[in-house]
């Protein structure tokens, strides 16, 4: 069996010399399965005891900078960051990059699904269930160079929600062309055909 290549940035990214700069506990989960197969075993801000910096950008991407660039900065390793949210049409892109602030202090999602759930309804019977998943990847080297992706996917969203896998608004989110919610689905088939699985995908094509 021949052996794939191993690119140069690979090498660079050895097991357990990657910082995941995020401290939710969903996203590790699912960051860690997609660098898996790259033999790539993260440690998260949490574990080194990182702070949580202030997102005071106004994009996905420019969030996903400052959290990558502070891990990067306090470790000295390369770090990657996730930032992303769950954008509705019919709410103007709300809750967009406020999507972790909806929850609230105590991060109840149900909370924010209820949120997102009586702004629809107040928006009336026309306004559709449209929405996508956006996440912004960003992965700083601790030369300051950075590198960002961007993913996406579409869908619509279901109330009540349904399902007890995953995170955040995955219960009530309904991939285009599937019929279990995010919240139902095998974890590994999300990870297959998230916005992170899309994003991480441009970046295993530009990085590695
Ligand atoms: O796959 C997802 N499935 C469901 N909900 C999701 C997903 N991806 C993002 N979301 C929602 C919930 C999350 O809390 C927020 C991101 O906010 P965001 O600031 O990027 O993350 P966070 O504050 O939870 O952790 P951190 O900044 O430490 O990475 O959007
Ligand atoms: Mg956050």
């Not at 990558?68 to 990059?97: F, K, T, Y």
């Not at 999602?109 to 309804?121: D, E, P, S, T």
């Not at 007890?164 to 088939?189: A, I, K, Q, V």
């Amino acid at each position: 069996m021949s052996e794939e290549p191993v690119p140069q940035a690979i090498r660079k990214l050895q097991p357990g010399r990657l910082v995941i700069a995020s401290h939710n506990e969903g996203k590790v989960r699912e960051i860690r399965a997609l660098l898996a197969p790259f033999g790539i075993d993260p440690i998260s801000a949490g574990a080194l005891d990182l702070p949580e910096p202030e997102e005071t950008g106004t994009t996905f991407i420019a969030n996903a900078e400052l959290k990558a660039m502070q891990a990067a900065d306090l470790s000295g390793l390369p770090a990657l960051a996730d930032d992303s949210g769950l954008c509705v049409e019919a709410l103007n892109g709300d809750p967009g990059i406020f999507s972790a602030r909806w929850a609230g202090p105590e991060r109840d999602f149900g909370l924010a699904m209820q949120r997102v759930h009586n702004k629809l309804v107040e928006a009336g019977p026309e306004a559709g269930r449209d929405a996508h998943f956006v996440c912004a990847l960003a992965l700083a080297w601790p030369d300051g160079h950075i590198e960002c992706f961007e993913g996406r996917v579409d869908g619509t969203l279901v109330w009540p929600p349904r399902g007890e896998h995953g995170f955040g608004y995955d219960p009530m989110f309904l991939l285009n062309g599937e019929s279990e919610t995010f919240g139902e689905m095998d974890p590994d088939r999300k990870h297959a055909m998230s916005h992170r699985a899309d994003a991480f995908a441009k970046l295993v094509a530009a990085v590695f």
